[in-house]
């Protein structure tokens, strides 16, 4: 029988068992070593300077909204957000009571358009968040030039260990933000993780995490409960100590499927290296039918074949939560919509073989050879 490719899968060994069982062994589940020992840690595999810290979270979404709540974002603020994303950004400003202003994307990196930033920010703009999209790094050094002083969010949620100029995604805004999920590079279960070098913002972080308490008993204002368990920090230890090999693998067979064969994959941007978090393309319009039928046939001819191939991503500004909540949410945003229609993921993890690349390369010429070349997708 055909294996299936899975899109996805963690890179676990005996590593990540040890470490689960230290945990249980030591009987200590919440507030104990492992925690402070993943943030030391996190912050050394960023190779982020003295002055930044970093508070481990439940999951990547709460990363998002305690950043928002640090910043001081609320009702009657705007904050603007790339309308390609998996929707956690949009939520998070939402459930900020606060209004999501949603921009259009570039065509090539995907990733948020600093032109259509600065047509966006109003008195009201009280933030950005600017999302390095499937691991590559959104230009967040134009953004700072066009946006001042206004605060900008880096959402890394899918970028750990991918660097632009040598800084590490999620050290180039005013706060970064990354998630641990399955998905991930590197993986908790769930877990994600804020990372800031300004002082009193990761200081309401750490306190707004833990129920708003800035010591034990010393409840400062109401805040959820989004910390870190033990046994996702010890098993996020085991994933940091293998990250470089992690990164290799993955930039090797990412590296090894797009050589192979020319489609519209994402482009990176000068200066960065990229963790590879996701083989994403997007297809060129077909000769009859949408780009969404092109797209949904050649992931049902993929699956059909045993590789597990899926849509690539979301626009929000044509999500149910946004239609009431969002600035431009009737507005088309037309690079969005093509990327979204027209996108998809191909399998990518440490556990695949030549052999499966071979097989993807090969399904790729059989089931989208009307798409063969078309590397400028949008023409
Ligand atoms: C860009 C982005 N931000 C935030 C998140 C949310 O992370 P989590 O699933 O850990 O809540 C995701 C999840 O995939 C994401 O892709």
Redo the contacts with the bound molecule.
């Keep these: 029988m055909t294996e299936t490719i899975r899109l996805a899968r963690p890179h676990f060994d005996e590593a990540e068992e040890q470490a689960a069982l230290r945990v249980l062994r030591s009987g200590m589940l919440v507030l104990g070593a492992e925690v402070a020992a993943f943030e030391r840690e996190c912050l050394a595999a960023l190779s982020a300077p003295d002055d930044t810290s970093a508070a481990a979270v439940n999951?990547?979404?709460?990363?998002?909204e305690l950043a928002l709540m640090a910043l001081g974002v609320g009702p009657g603020d705007e904050v603007i957000v790339p309308s390609v994303?998996?929707p956690?950004?949009g939520n998070a400003v939402i459930l900020r009571g606060a209004v999501p202003v949603i921009v259009d994307v570039q065509r090539d990196t995907f990733n948020i358009d600093p032109k259509s930033v600065a047509a966006a920010i109003t008195p009201k703009t009280r933030a950005i968040i600017a999302?390095?999209?499937f691991g590559v790094p959104a230009d967040i050094a134009m953004l700072r030039r066009l946006a001042g002083d206004v605060p900008i969010v880096e959402?890394a949620?899918?970028a750990m260990g991918s660097t632009r100029e040598g800084v590490a995604c999620g050290l180039a805004g005013d706060v970064g933000?990354f998630?641990?999920?399955p998905?991930?590079v590197l993986t908790t279960g769930?877990?994600?993780l804020v990372v800031s070098h300004r002082k009193p913002l990761m200081t309401r972080v750490r306190t707004l995490r833990n129920h708003g308490q800035l010591e034990p008993g010393l409840f400062r204002e109401a805040g959820p409960n989004a910390r870190m368990g033990e046994l996702e920090a010890a098993i996020g230890r085991a994933q940091l100590s293998k990250l470089t090999e992690i990164l290799a693998i993955r930039r090797a067979l990412g590296e090894r499927i797009r050589s192979e064969i020319a489609l519209g994959w994402q482009q990176f941007p000068q200066g960065a290296n990229v963790n590879y978090q996701t083989l994403g393309l997007v297809l060129p319009m077909p000769a009859t039918g949408t780009r969404k039928q092109a797209r949904d046939a050649l992931v049902s001819a993929l699956r059909a074949e045993h590789i597990e191939a899926n849509i690539l991503s979301y626009a929000l500004h044509r999500l149910a939560p946004f239609a009431s909540h969002a600035v431009n949410s009737a507005r088309a945003l037309p690079m969005a919509e093509a990327i979204v229609d027209g996108g998809l993921a191909l399998p990518l993890h440490t556990r695949m073989t030549d052999a499966d690349c071979d097989r993807i390369v090969a399904a790729l010429r059989k089931h989208a050879s009307w798409a063969l070349g078309v590397r400028d997708w949008w023409q």
């Design positions: 999951n990547g979404t709460t990363a998002l994303t998996w956690s950004p999302v390095d999209q959402d949620a899918c933000t998630s641990f999920h998905r991930k769930e877990g994600g």
